[in-house]
Each structure stands twice: as structure tokens, then as C-alpha cells.
């Protein structure tokens, strides 16, 4: 809700709202407050999960809290009453607030099926919003945009069912190379809850090969199949090192799926695509993959091939929800998913490494950036042993040069791929990384 609602329509809101939100709404109101003006803490990570691609049509209620069940998504989202009108439409700001949230909180502070999920997160001191249906839009680097990815770490997209358009794709590519992270949920084939003739793994394999910033980036794609791993999946990766298996909120030791489907890892396309589930008993190789992480210049990314896990079995009462999240697999999949969204969390790259900054005796500024076919790398002072190597996302040097006792090296003829890359600068035995965009 948004602080210009007028009276009359604070009013109208109040007799839809569900009675447990009335007291702290009333509350807020009455402090010349409403829900937007939310507090965070200052420097705290931020979670947005989307809702702006048929997250919540058919039997789908991804999302972390809705105040109104309105919407029809056929195929995209209208408000009305009656009828069909009867899907979750979430509010960009989760009601109650979560700073109220303490470690005793219910899942049931909030109404949708991934408010336990979403829960989760704040008491691991994160703050969580959504991308709401209608008035939402992916973007990056707009700064008109209240919601633009720019303003957040972790972008979730559970199940789209609505294919991305080539602004989407290009905002998500560039949000993940600048260092934003992405989770990846996909469902089985034929999962068209919105009759548009698109499903989540088609949507997802379109965007992962047909993105117009840098296809197969990632290094995976996924599988167009349905299956179901209903008994205990033990099939996980072995190695303690392993932070999604073994990681700060406990140890899986089982999946567990309801029909869904798995992903291909092709190592040639991207060497950080890493499986850490596969189906049971298949072998722990490229194929099969249930669970993948990779990294994406200074991003990271998850994916999973079933929608079923994250499921609270709570929320919009109009759809059949199950407790996948903490009733299936023994209750793996909550340290499960929370493993994976702290390594999402805590990603991202330093535009500066090799040496503390108070011990620089030197900074490099290039330009122009962004990169047309040439750049030029300028030192303050003359250095010794000046050497320069351009890194892509792969982390391969595509290109190295030297300019021994100099305070300038220039590069001309670049002939580099449109994207993100590193810069490494050494000299005098000290280095420094500067990202910059080829065009």
C-alpha cells in the first residue's frame, strides 16, 4: 500500500485486510505511518521475490504474503471479484511488518506459501519484498524505479509462467554480472498454469540461450521432463566442502520431488557450474542434476527443477498447498533452501583486491567505460613493471599486455564480446580490479 492512498481508500483497504493485520495496521495509521515506510537497517541485505510472471495462477501460490486474493491470470494478471478473480495479488511490503519478526515468529505471520521460507530469512537478519503482480517490472539501472534489481542482492523467481521479454532478460543478465544474485526455480514440463503455451523450464531454457547478453552463461539448461523422486533421495554431493550440503543452516541429507524436472551441466560453457543433487540413482555427473549453483561475473546463481520444496503448505486457501518446505524429505528442504539463499546472499566481488586500499600508493582510472574498442589505463605516477590483463566472466585472460616504467598503457583494437569484464592492474608488486562494460 502506498502512502498516497487517500482516506477513503485506507478505509476500503481496512474492510479487505485479514483481521489478525487490523490492530497494527490501525496502529500505523494512527502514527501518520502506513506499510511502505517499513524501517531497515542500513547496509542490510535485500530479498525480492517476483510475482510479476504468474507466480500465483493455477495451483501456484509463490509468494511470501498477500493481503488480497483478486487476480486471474489468463494469461496475465486482472483484478476483479467473483469468478475467477480468486488468486494471491502480494503487496510489494509483507504485512504485518518484519520488523516485528523475532525468532519465535510462526510462519503464519504472513499468508502465502513461501512466508515460511521468507520468515527464515528475516530472522537471519535479511529483508525480504516482493515484485507484485501488475505494478511491478524487472528492471536494472532504472532510477525511476522504486524497485529496480539495482536496490537488491538476491532475486528469486519461483516457477514462471510467463516468458521474460528482451528488456527482462538483459535487466536480469546485467543485475547478476554486476554482482546481484538469481534463484533459478523451474517445475516439470507441460506446468502451464496460465495457458499462455509457455511453461517454467521452457521460460527458464529461453532465457538461459536466448537472453541477447550472453547466451549459456551459466553453464547448465534445463531437462523438459517430469518425474517424481517420492521416496527419500539421498543422492547429494559427498564433500564436506560442499556449502549447500554442509552449510550454516545444517546438513541435507535428502530431497525430495514431486514432479519435477533436472538440469544438464556443460562444464566448456561455464567451469563454476556445480550439481549438489541429482536424481536418485543416477551418477553424480553432468546430467540428472537436480540442484546446480553457478557464478556469472560477480553474481551467482541457483537453480533447482521443482517448485514443490519451498511450499509451506499454507496460503491462498483457494489452491492446494503441501509442507514441502518442512514436511518433505524430513525436513531437509529448509536448510536445504537457506543454504542456498546465505551462498546467494554473500556473493558478489570487490572491484578491488590483492592489497588493503590504505596501502595503495596508486589508483588506475580507465576510460572510457563503457567500452566502445579501446581503452586507456592511467596511474598517477610513474610505475614500475606495469602489466595489464582483461578477465571475462569465465575468469579467462583474454587479453595481456605490458608497459614496462610507464604511467599510461592504451589498448586499441579491443575486439571483445559485449559484457561485463575485469580489469587487473599490477604495479610495483601490488594489483587492483576495475569491472568495466564492453558495448
Known sequence: MKSALTNHRLIIFLVKMKQKYLSELVCLILLGLTPSLQAQ???????????????????????????????????????????????????????????????STAETYWEGALSYWAIDCVKK?????????????????????????????????????IIFTATEKTAIMNFISNGGSLFMISD??????????????????????????????????????????????????TALTDSIIHGPFGTVAEVKWSNGTCMTINPSQNAHAKGHVWKSGKGQTDTAVVCVTSQYGCGRVAAIGDSSPPDDGTGNPSVSLYTGYTGDAN?????????????????????????????????????????????????????????????????????????????????????????????????DGKNQLVKIIKQ
Open 125 to 161: 537478519g535479511y529483508w525480504v519484498e516482493t515484485l507484485p503482480p501488475i505494478t511491478g517490472s524487472i528492471t536494472y539501472g532504472n532510477t525511476t524505479n522504486a524497485k529496480d534489481l539495482s536496490k537488491y542482492n538476491v532475486f528469486v523467481v519461483n516457477e514462471p509462467n
Open 41 to 103: 537497517t542500513a547496509g542490510q541485505k535485500k530479498i525480492l521475490f517476483d510475482c510479476t510472471h504468474s507466480e500465483t495462477a493455477g495451483n501456484g501460490d509463490w509468494c511470501i504474503d498477500a493481503d488480497l486474493h483478486n487476480l486471474d491470470w489468463n494469461p496475465n494478471a486482472t483484478t476483479g471479484t467473483g469468478g475467477s478473480h480468486t488468486k494471491s495479488n502480494p503487496q510489494q511490503y509483507p504485512t504485518p511488518t518484519q520488523t516485528a519478526i523475532t525468532t
Open 188 to 237: 516439470h514440463t507441460v506446468s502451464d498454469r496460465n495457458n499462455d503455451g509457455h511453461d517454467s523450464p521452457a521460460i527458464w531454457n529461453d532465457f538461459l540461450t536466448n537472453n541477447g547478453v550472453q547466451n549459456n552463461a551459466f553453464g547448465f539448461t534445463f531437462a523438459l521432463q517430469n518425474f517424481s523422486d517420492a521416496s527419500s533421495n539421498s543422492n547429494v554431493a
Open 331 to 427: 525436513g531437509n528442504h529448509r536448510p536445504w533452501l537457506m543454504n542456498m539463499m546465505i551462498w546467494l546472499v554473500e556473493g558478489g566481488c570487490s572491484v578491488t583486491t590483492g592489497i588493503e586500499k590504505n596501502e595503495m600508493n596508486w589508483s588506475a582510472t580507465i576510460y572510457p567505460n563503457p567500452v566502445l574498442n579501446e581503452i586507456n589505463i592511467q596511474l598517477p605516477n610513474v610505475v614500475n613493471n606495469l602489466a595489464v590483463s582483461i578477465i571475462d566472466v569465465m575468469g579467462r585472460e583474454v587479453i595481456i599486455s605490458e608497459n614496462k616504467n610507464n604511467s599510461h598503457l592504451n589498448l586499441t583494437e579491443l575486439n571483445l564480446l559485449p559484457g561485463m569484464y575485469l580489469v587487473k592492474i599490477i604495479a
